[in-house]
């Protein structure tokens, strides 16, 4: 069965530190993951997609990084802000189609002063 | 202003009552999906639609049922078999149809439905 683990649950930082969140999955075949961002009470917001020849990429602050081989990405925050405050959820595919996710049950992130 | 609606923001449902969730985008995107959020739980699929006149079941259909008649709507309907409805729910599009390059295909997300059971 397809799986997604994230880690921490939940994580506490204060505004201005780095922090990294974990995803491991055993989705197979693998075709691209995806990490998401989700404020309470909102829909998710795409924040980057990898394929499995993609080992980084990043959107601002954001960093991704994938490891096809022992099958786990990290979510890197760079300088955190309260805006940062949400759940992070890891998603894979494993055919390429949006109708065939497989999703993480997500890191809650809280940012505080 | 394009993007993706939904309505309303709260529902809330009397035992044996049919409710129906209102999904509407206007990004002319081809692929259409109905999530449900619980806690602790990721998202689970309950029906996608890859094409207008056209949609397949997800891990979770039994107790919802959907139409797709225009491209740009995809109402859910929770009917009273669903026995534990509680949950938030999210509609999604993405370009999808039968062309494009899919392994980048995003989707993108409406705000939500909190759907509650009196």
């Known amino acids: 069965k397809n799986q997604v683990e994230q880690s921490p649950q939940s994580l506490i930082i204060l505004e201005g530190k780095n922090c990294t969140l974990q995803?491991?999955?055993?989705?197979?075949?693998?075709?691209?993951l995806r990490w998401y961002k989700q404020d309470t009470g909102r829909g998710p917001v795409s924040l980057t997609i990898?394929?499995?020849?993609?080992n980084t990429k990043s959107n601002g602050r954001y960093t991704a990084t994938l490891d096809a081989d022992t099958k786990q990405s990290s979510l890197h925050i760079t300088a955190s802000q309260l805006s940062d405050s949400a759940s992070y959820i890891c998603?894979?595919?494993?055919?390429?189609?949006?109708?065939?996710?497989?999703f993480g049950t997500g890191t809650r992130l809280q940012v505080t002063l | 202003d394009g993007g993706i609606t939904q309505s309303p923001k709260y529902l809330f449902r009397k035992e044996g009552q049919n409710v129906t969730l209102s999904c509407e985008q206007n990004?002319?995107?081809?692929?259409m999906y109905w999530y449900r959020q619980d806690p602790g739980q990721g998202l689970r699929l309950i029906y996608y639609?890859?094409?207008?006149?056209?949609?397949q079941k997800g891990d979770i259909a039994e107790g919802y049922s959907v139409s797709r008649e225009k491209k740009e709507s995809f109402p859910l309907t929770v009917t009273s078999a669903q026995k534990n409805p509680t949950a938030f729910y999210l509609c999604?599009?993405?370009?999808?149809?039968?062309?494009?390059?899919?392994?980048?295909?995003?989707?993108?997300f409406g705000p939500g439905t909190r759907l509650l059971v009196l």
């Open positions: 999604a599009s993405s370009i999808g149809g039968t062309s494009g390059p899919r392994y980048q295909e995003t989707q993108y």
């Open positions: 995803c491991n999955y055993t989705v197979s075949p693998f075709s691209n």
């Open positions: 990898m394929t499995f020849s993609e």
């Open positions: 998603v894979v595919s494993d055919t390429g189609t949006a109708s065939k996710l497989t």
């Open positions: 990004l002319n995107h081809d692929a």
């Open positions: 639609s890859q094409i207008v006149n056209d949609f």
